[in-house]
C-alpha cells in the first residue's frame, strides 16, 4: 500500500474559495469537522480515505477541520517528528488538524488495543467539543474504527447543536471477539451494547458496502438513516497496463517466465496473510512458474518473513511511494487477497480497489454468498480460507492467459462503474447537503 501524496508535515497551506466546486456544480458550502482516529500521513486503511475525503471537499469549496492522533500505523509507534505526549495543530492541504496524544503499545495484544483506543476517546472528547465550539460545523463526522470516535464527535455535535454522521469502515468489536483477540463473553455483550447505544444516537450511519449497511439495519438502525459510502480508487492515477509493466520486476530479481502473485497492503490479523507462506511453499514444490510479492508492514509481517524463510520464490517490499502505486499494481499477473472468515461482512478490505483498477484479477479468500464474493463476481476467483483452495484458486488463473484476461477486463470496468472516487465524494456531498437541510 501507499502513503498519501503531498501529506507530510510542513505541507504548503492551501486556501481554496468557499462555496466553489471544481469538478461540478456546487451544493451549499459546508463546515464539516471529522474525528478520525488515523489520517495522513499514515500509508494505509482509514487513513488514505479520511485523508482523501477531507482533502477533496475542501477542493469542492467546504471547510473542513479534523481531530485525530498522530501518525503510528502500521508501525505501531508514534513517528519521530510527532513523538511527545502533547496536542498539537497543523494544516495540510487546506485542512486544519488537531493531534491529541494517545498511548501505542509497541506489541498489541486484545487488552492493550483496548486501552489504545480508550485512550484516543479520552484525549479526543474535549478538543472536538473545542473545536466544535470554535469552528461552529454544520456537522460532526465521526470515522469508525474507532467507536471512541463517535463518542468524541457526539459530544462534539451536542454542544453547538450540529448534525452528526457515523462512518463505519469496519465493524471493530463484532471483529474483535470473532477474530479472537478478545474473548470475554460479558465484555462483548457490553461492547454490543454501547455500539447499539450509539448507533441510535447520530441522525446518519453510513458503512462500506450493501453487506455491512445490511449489518446496520439488523444492529437496529432505522433505513432512513443509512447510507452506502462506499471506499474509492481514482481510475485515472490507477490505469490497466500492459503485462510486464514496470520496473520491479528487475529490481527484485524476479524471473521473466514467472507470473506475479501481488499482496500490497497492511499486514495485520484480520488478513489471514499467514497463509500465504504454505501457498507458496505448495507452489515452489509444484514448480509452478509463480513468484509471490508481498509488499506492506504490519504486525503479521516479521511472522510472515519468518514462515518464508527459504522459499526461492517469495519476494517482500516495504511500503512503496504513491508515485509508484500505478506501477506497483500493475506488476501482478494476480492479486492475492487473503480474509479470515471470520471476518466476512464485518470488514471489506480497501485494498480492492486498486487491485480492480488495475486490470487484473483476483483470488480472494471469501466465502460464498458473502460480500467480498459479490464484489469480486466476474473479476477474479473466490476460494475458501484454506492453503488449498488458494494455491488451486492461483493455480486455476496461472494456467489460464484468456481468463485471467477477461477477468481482469471486468475488473476495470467495474471499478470505472463502482468505485470512482469523483462520483461517491459527488454521492457522500449531496447526502450531507441533504442531512444539513432537513
Known sequence: MFGKGGSSPGSRKVAYPLGMNAERDPNPAQRVLIVALNYAPEQVGCAKYTTELAEDLVRRG????????????PQWAIQEEYSGARWTT???NGVKLHRTPLYVPPKPTGLKRVLHLLSFGAASLPVSVAAARRFRPNIVF???????SATAALAAARAIKARSWLHIQDFEVDAAFDLGLLHNRGARSLALGVE???LRQFDQVSSISPAMTALLTRKGVEPDRIFELRNWVDVDAIQAMPAGYGTYRKEVGIPSDHLVALYSGN???????EMLAEVARRMEASNAPITFLLCGDGPARAPLEVSCEGLGNVRFLPLQPVERLNELLNTADIHLLPQRPEAADLVLPSKLTGMLASGRPVVAMAQQGSGLASEIEGCGVAVEATVGAMAEGLLTLSR??????RLGSTARRCAEERWR???????????LSALFAS
Not at 467546504?62 to 500505523?73: L, M, S, T
Not at 465521526?142 to 471512541?148: G, H, R, S
Not at 489460464?400 to 484476461?405: I, S, T
Request: aromatic fraction near 6%; proline fraction near 6%.
Open 142 to 148: 465521526a470515522v469508525a474504527p474507532t467507536l471512541t
Open 267 to 273: 499486514m495485520a490479523a484480520k488478513q489471514g496473510i
Open 196 to 198: 447499539r447505544a450509539l
Open 90 to 92: 497543523e494544516t495540510l
Open 421 to 431: 472516487k469523483s462520483a461517491i465524494i459527488s454521492g457522500f456531498e449531496d447526502r
Open 400 to 405: 489460464d492467459a484468456a481468463l485471467r484476461a
Open 62 to 73: 467546504h471547510e473542513v477541520e479534523v481531530v485525530c492522533a498522530p501518525p503510528y500505523y
